[in-house]
């Protein structure tokens, strides 16, 4: 019998595995179907930023990098990330909403900056800025690693006593009445007091078979690797660029990663096209190459795709499930966890074991929000919803 069953190893299981660990919370087993790190977690951009126009999301982003930022003391590895900045430009009518969340996000600790027109040009040169706009820069901006982080996470939490099976695929919910009291695999059942579903886009079909539905849908998204060995060494920020709906980093030496904010419904995690057409990674380039010129330069060296779990307000799904006591969801991140998925382990191991998140209040993302009417409506969220 466990205490506690985490169904994937993706960032965010593996991260609450460790967290429960540390805090001795008994028998804790973590089933993935393929391995960790294999799910979305392994084809994630993995930008790590604190821009976000609501409150409790900054606060997790802001724990989050202090847990990457001492990495080597939490999982004993080398550090994760890689600081490269990041600028977010918004889209020229939501100026006023950059500044307001601007102004949030230093009151929880992010340190962000507005620039404006002629600063810009000095912050990034060779980069196409309109004379009057301004944008958020953050010097700590950074990218990471999915796999890495999946695997840092578990394998310090194994040390701590956690079980990880590998290969084992849950195929439903056991139930005593409402209660949920372990999970039917292709091995045979495992009891537990908990279960959290930590399945990213696997979720909803997962939990559908235990007549739960939770409003999570899949859009597959497109990432285009763009080699120039001519472009200059030098540092150059990662951004997020509402006006031309892309984002872009660094990818170690002369190459470029670009995405786009949007993509296309897929249900299916098990089986989605894996190369994308070239002619959609060349409209992604030739849109990010507005913003920034020398990209148009490169040659577009490969392209692969990955899965958002979306809800219908952008954010995850975190806490108990009312209808299924013993039941946790840390799910439907909506393309944007990799960055908080440190702290969600730590506020997901307070809520299981303490019965409240004190580390930063997450009540907002109780699971049954819609079927409540009280989806997330930041009071200065951007249009383009990546906020
Ligand atoms: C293309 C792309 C780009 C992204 N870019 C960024 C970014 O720049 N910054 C950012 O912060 N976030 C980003 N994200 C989002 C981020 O990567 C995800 O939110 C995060 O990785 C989700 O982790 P997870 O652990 O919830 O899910 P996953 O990593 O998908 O893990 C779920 C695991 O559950 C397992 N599983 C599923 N069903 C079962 C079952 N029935 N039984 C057992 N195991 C099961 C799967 O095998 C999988 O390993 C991006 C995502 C994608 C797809």
Redesign the pocket.
Known sequence: MAEVVI?????????IALQLARRRAGGIVV???????????????????MHYAFRPEVELAVASLALFESWPDLVGAPSVLRRTGLIRFVRPGEVDRLRANVAMQRACGATVELVAGPDLVTLLPGWRCAGDELAAYEPMGA?GD?ARV?SDLLARARTLGASYRPG????GLRRAGARVVG?E?AEGPVAADVVVV??????P??LAGAGLEVPITGEL???ALVEDPQAPAGPRPACIDAVTRT?H?PDGPGSTLV?AFSGRPWSD?EHFPQHPPMEELATMVAAAARRLPALAGGGIAHG??????LTPDGRALLGPVPDAPGLFL??G?????????PAIGVVLAELILDGRAATVDIDAFRPDRFQRGEPIRPAFDYEDGLS
């Open positions: 169904v994937g190893a993706g960032v965010m299981g593996s991260s089933l993935d179907t393929h391995g960790v790190g294999q799910g979305m977690s392994g084809r994630s951009s993995a930008l790590v930023r990218y999915g999946a084992v695929a849950v195929t999970v695999t930590a399945a990213g886009p696997w979720t079909a997962l998204h497109a990432i984002y980093r995405g995690p692969y795709t990955g899965i958002y779990d840390a799910a991140f909506s393309g944007t966890g990799f960055k908080l998925a």
